[in-house]
């Protein structure tokens, strides 16, 4: 029980899994090290001032924080403005999440490497290595706009997006979509790429051609996947869009922000109030979905 | 397919929910349409062309100056530390607070069936402790991490330090849920025998529940670090430290260049990180 993981790991157990683990190796010693040295590089660099979090000052400025919070502001221009907020959030992620699968859905075809120039569909082919450098082409450039797409965070899409078509919900929802459609390219290409062969090759062995296979063999394997993996993003996305409104892309969290920077602390809790409602509402709907899906 | 006179007969009792399905979701879909204000041709307009010309043609080339790389060095490694940071408050809070919220740790199960039988009081004790941290986890965690960072800068003051404080707050709810589910998944057999040679709770804790859980514990947590990284690069757009910052001065001062370069660093720092937990996971 000393504190290095390295013990943890490897207690002197008597059982038959935990003998071949044996002691503690260097390589353990030398992550923990490692794992020490990282704390207090990151300690110093980030300007932790624990101390005064827990003095009496730094303290007593949080719970004056937290009582001015209470109550929650439940007059009836902020509880319309809550709502039209909750409404406007749900709007920008359901709209997010459908251009999103949609981007998604029309990119992994070429993102995929089983339908694009190997495995099965193409083993019979004659190798002309230009067909096949034809064909690597739009898998390359799918897979790699998926990945730009990705890459950049919803939020500096978002400002991106602001300062493009202004302000407003829509920005929002490009931001969104844009950077969702990016993720669920890749779990669709990943649910495409280990699809059952068996379906595929009878399908192949009747005569059926390519898109006979991928309508009648591969979509009808992969496309619950697909919708399962669409609503489990909309969960994400229903947190991200209530927290967009922060960089001025509309919906809850630009009222949180306007409440914030005029220290409105009750019309905050009130928004808070909202967005776990919210949240809370379309988990229940996304499983709810879900179950009906699959 | 117990009626075989009518083999779709169960299908067509079900048959309400793809109708009611498909006009709740036309109706959601033209609301929202009509709330967003989708114009799908502003793209295309005078204002939205120029504007997007603008800001393509501005990320090119990426800013490169040595002046502003060097620049840039800080916030990048500022960004990582509050990743880590973040994520070490976020055990501290999740691992004490998700083992409280164990069922079979906290209320019921081996450790406690001598304790609680015959002692009510006690028991309900142990089950109000229960549902308190079940909450305080739940609340931590239902608040956006952004808005965390918001009201911490409002407490603590600009810089790296909110950013950790978020990430801490907002990723410790989520671990200590992840925590307390792995925990309720323990196997109780080997718990059972180490009770029946006569173990105390601390070494029933660390001899019989850690080894069982402790895998799947780190590969977890290196998980969310993953993600605390992503988080804490954009937490500075309000004002919470890191490369976000430096997006949002870029962004202001409309110097695209400046905003192609901190997302290449971005990617490949996030690429770093990712590279790294993954190694670390093999060996572990």
């Known amino acids: 029980m000393t504190g290095s993981p390295a013990d943890k790991k490897n207690p002197p157990m008597p059982w038959p899994g935990h003998e071949k683990a044996g002691g503690s190796s260097v390589g353990n010693y030398l992550i923990a090290a490692g794992l020490v040295v990282l704390f207090i590089w990151s300690y110093h660099g980030s300007d932790i001032r624990l101390g005064e979090l827990f003095s009496r000052e730094g303290g007593g400025q949080i719970l004056a924080y937290i009582k001015k919070l209470f109550p929650p502001d439940l007059s009836a221009a902020t509880l319309q403005q809550a709502l039209r907020g909750a409404i406007e959030t749900f709007a920008i992620s359901f709209l997010g999440t459908l251009m999103a699968a949609a981007i998604g859905f029309s990119l992994v075809f070429f993102a995929s490497r089983n339908l694009m120039y190997s495995g099965l569909l193409y083993e019979m082919e004659p190798g002309r290595w230009w067909k096949r450098a034809l064909r690597f082409l739009p898998y390359v450039s799918a897979k790699s706009l998926l990945n730009v797409l990705r890459t950049i965070p919803e939020m500096v899409w978002a400002l991106i997006f602001v300062f493009v078509v202004g302000l407003g ?3 929002g929802m ?22 059952d062969y068996q379906p595929i090759e009878s399908l192949q062995s009747t005569g059926a051609n390519r898109m006979q ?5 591969i979509m009808p394997q992969v496309l619950p996947q697909f919708i399962s993996y669409t609503l489990y993003r909309w969960e994400v996305n229903i947190r991200v869009a209530a927290v967009l409104g922060l960089v001025g892309a509309g919906g809850l969290g630009q009222r949180i922000h306007i409440a914030i920077s005029l220290f409105l602390e009750n019309q905050l809790l009130t928004y808070l109030i909202f967005i776990y409602v919210l949240v809370t509402i379309v988990d229940y709907l996304s499983a709810y979905l879900r179950r009906k899906a699959i | 397919m117990k009626n075989p006179a009518h083999p779709y007969s169960s299908n067509a009792q079900k048959s309400a929910f793809p109708y009611l399905f498909g006009l709740f979701f036309l109706l959601a879909l033209v609301d929202s349409w009509r709330r967003v204000g989708v114009d799908l041709f502003i793209l295309f307009e005078r204002q939205g062309r120029d504007n997007l010309t603008k800001f393509v043609t501005g990320m090119f080339p990426p800013e490169h100056s040595a002046q502003f790389l060097s620049l840039m060095i800080r916030p990048t490694l500022e960004t990582i530390q509050i990743s880590v940071m973040g994520t070490l408050i976020a055990i501290a809070i999740g691992f004490p607070i998700g083992i409280l919220a164990t069922r079979n740790f906290s209320v019921g199960g081996i450790l406690n069936e001598a304790d609680t039988t015959g002692a009510p009081t006690r028991f309900a004790l142990r ?15 239902s608040i956006p991490e952004f808005v965390w960072a918001f009201m911490f800068v ?18 410790g709810g989520m671990l200590g849920k992840v925590y307390s589910e792995i925990f309720e998944a323990v196997n109780p057999r080997p718990l ?16 019989g529940w850690l080894p069982q859980v402790l895998p799947n514990f780190v590969s977890y947590t290196l998980y969310r670090w993953e993600c605390a990284v992503r988080t804490s690069a954009i937490l500075g757009l309000v004002g919470a430290g890191g490369l976000g910052q430096q997006i949002e001065i870029s962004m202001r001062m409309f110097n695209f260049n400046e905003i192609l370069t901190i997302l290449i ?3 490949l720092m996030v690429a770093a990180v990712d590279y790294l937990s993954a190694r670390v996971r093999e060996i572990l």
């Open chain 1, 169 to 171: 919900p829509f920005p």
């Open chain 2, 127 to 141: 089950l109000a402790i229960y549902y308190c941290a079940r909450g305080a986890l739940s609340l931590f965690r």
């Open chain 2, 154 to 171: 409002r407490a603590v003051g600009l810089g790296p330090f909110p950013g950790v404080l978020a990430i801490g707050v907002a990723y």
């Open chain 1, 174 to 195: 490009l931001a969104l979509g844009v950077h969702t459609g990016g993720v669920l390219g890749k779990l669709f290409a990943e649910v495409l790429e280990d699809v």
């Open chain 1, 213 to 217: 296979i991928l309508f009648y063999g």
């Open chain 2, 192 to 207: 059972e025998a180490i009770q029946s040679t006569g173990a105390n709770k601390l070494q029933i804790f660390f001899y």
């Open chain 2, 265 to 267: 660093i971005l990617f």
